[in-house]
């Protein structure tokens, strides 16, 4: 069974990073066709993705967060890491990482991904 868990700060002060890891358990993040996602759900909004890492280390950014996003892994710890710069109250969301076989791009559908952490939830603040 994979578990994927979140875990970071849940208050960030506007304009600095937000920094999060995802540890995954059974199973490794570098198993052929694995695409390892973070996506995110503002207040009373729909799910968004960010990006992700597969499990060839490439990267995928969604246009509207590319300039502010970097996601890379530690494959000796099974994590996954996001950093988005620059944040702004506009941020302010649970933040989920996720596992899929594919790599899916645009709209996040919750059916698209198999195996989901339980979300933190991340708040822009001064």
């Known amino acids: 069974q994979v578990q994927l868990q979140e875990s970071g700060p849940g208050l960030v002060k506007p304009s600095q990073t937000l920094s999060l890891t995802c540890t995954v358990s059974?199973?490794?993040?570098?198993?052929?066709?694995?695409?390892w996602s973070w996506i995110r759900q503002p207040p009373g909004k729909g799910l968004e993705l960010i990006g992700y890492i597969a499990y060839s280390g490439s990267t995928y950014y969604s246009p509207s967060l590319k300039s502010r996003t970097s996601i890379s892994r530690d494959t000796s710890k099974n994590q996954f890491t996001l950093q988005l710069t620059s944040v702004t109250p506009e941020d302010t969301a649970v933040y989920y990482c996720?596992?899929?076989?594919?790599?899916?791009?645009?709209?996040?559908?919750?059916?698209?991904?198999?195996?989901w952490g339980q979300g933190t939830q991340v708040t822009v603040s001064s």
């Open positions: 059974g199973g490794s993040i570098t198993s052929s066709d694995r695409y």
């Open positions: 996720a596992r899929s076989l594919r790599p899916y791009t645009g709209i996040a559908f919750r059916s698209q991904y198999d195996y």
